[in-house]
């Protein structure tokens, strides 16, 4: 184990350069993405002295997409960044995809920074270990950094295989001194360590198959490399985080009925230190034309469990989530998602509300909301119990 200091973004600097050079081949380019304003306020004192109550949060994510030579040869480049009043640290900027794609018959092969989502549940993805998470922009753990990467999928019948290597390793980065949803130490991201020697420059590599039989769909995968989540270790008046080696089976299940959608995500870990399993499933039922209207109701059910028990790193050792999703199928797009989380061995709880609708052509107005309460002092959990907050967002596409 070594300690280091990060260049990541050096990295993706130097990345972009040589990537843009792609671009110079004359042809119409399709531009899209978005700017968005954020409020963002908290209910009560921090937990932690330096917090703040909130702030405003500026971001932008253009998109540039192009393809030639009848979809066989394509690039896409899609940068973010957001500039945040109150912490320092969510200040960033990242390159979310930046990526050539060459296309030969059922062969696909892709080339530089790219996204990959793998999962189905609600609650969690336990499966989708690809890219590292951003935890600057929401504790949901569903925005994601660009990986580098080399893939390759070969289409059969109705799925494939994919064979993904990874050779430069992005760090997670972490809240500041002022930043919420962070432990009572702030994690230094400078203090990172590895069990590999090659710290951020091992070879991970996964390979994963999915098809599609009738009302089913699943995918086996296998990662094998550092773990994207690490541990925290104490380093004086900080936390360092801590990236050990991981072997991971995944698999993912998802059957579709009339109105029933049945999903379960399962995954075995190996590392140096423990085995363990873990996995999360339920269903949504969804209420189609409910008072004889055009607005649809699903109601979703599903439980975590992780064979760790209380030692688990993850609050979603032994829970139950229950919540209901409506969508009014108007012009606006308008939607919500709101739900329970109930720990059943601490008796912990916490609501969250999603909604959004669309104003005009091209503005987006979201809602998000996350409440803590009776939070137990043993859950993972209890480092939030203050970070009860209410979010609005705008967003104007283009």
Do not use: C
Request: aromatic share 14%; hydrophobic share 40%; no cysteine.
């Amino acid at each position: 184990m070594r300690t280091k200091r990060n260049s990541d973004m050096k990295k993706i600097i130097i990345t972009a350069i040589v990537f843009s050079t792609l671009l110079s081949r004359p042809a119409v380019a399709e531009w899209s993405g978005n700017v968005a304003v954020e409020l963002r306020g908290f209910f009560s004192q921090g937990a932690w002295p330096g917090q703040g109550d909130g702030g405003v949060s500026v971001s932008a994510q253009p998109e540039f997409r192009h393809q030639w030579n009848d979809g066989n040869f394509g690039v896409t480049f899609i940068p973010f960044a957001r500039l945040d009043s109150m912490d320092d640290e969510r200040s960033h900027a990242d390159i979310r995809e930046l990526d050539f794609l060459w296309v030969k018959g059922d062969w696909e092969f892709r080339a530089g920074i790219s996204k990959v989502f793998w999962g189905v549940t609600e609650t969690q993805h336990l499966v989708d270990i690809i890219n590292q998470t951003d935890v600057l922009e929401d504790i949901d753990h569903e925005d994601k950094l660009g990986q580098p990467m080399l893939r390759i999928t070969r289409t059969i019948g109705n799925g494939g295989i994919d064979l993904f290597l990874m050779p430069w390793f992005r760090e997670r980065s972490f809240p500041g001194v002022d930043g919420r949803f962070r432990p009572p130490l702030v994690i230094d991201k400078d203090l990172s360590l590895y069990e590999s020697d090659d710290e951020e420059h091992h070879l991970d590599w996964s390979i994963r198959w999915n098809q599609s039989i009738d009302n089913l769909d699943f995918a086996l995968s296998w990662f094998q490399g550092t773990s994207r989540e690490p541990l925290l270790l104490f380093a004086g008046d900080a936390l360092a985080p801590f990236y050990f080696q991981l072997k991971q089976a995944g698999l993912e299940l998802q059957y579709t009925g009339e109105a029933w959608l049945w999903k379960l995500e399962a995954v075995h870990r190996e590392t140096t230190a423990e085995d363990y399993n873990a996995f999360v499933g339920g269903f949504e039922y969804t209420f189609v034309g409910i008072n004889e209207s055009a607005a649809d109701l699903g109601v979703l059910l599903e439980y975590n469990y992780d064979s760790r028990d209380h030692l688990a790193l993850t609050v979603f050792e032994n829970d139950i989530f229950a919540g209901m999703r409506l969508a009014l199928n108007d012009p606006q797009s308008s939607e919500l998602l709101a739900g329970v989380m109930y720990d059943l061995d601490f008796n912990s709880k916490s609501f969250r509300l999603e909604a959004s609708r669309r104003l005009g052509e091209s503005y987006k107005l979201g809602v998000e909301a996350h409440l803590f309460w009776d939070v137990d002092p043993l859950d993972p959990m209890y480092a939030f119990r203050k970070d009860d907050f209410v979010q609005i967002t705008l967003a104007s596409y283009f």
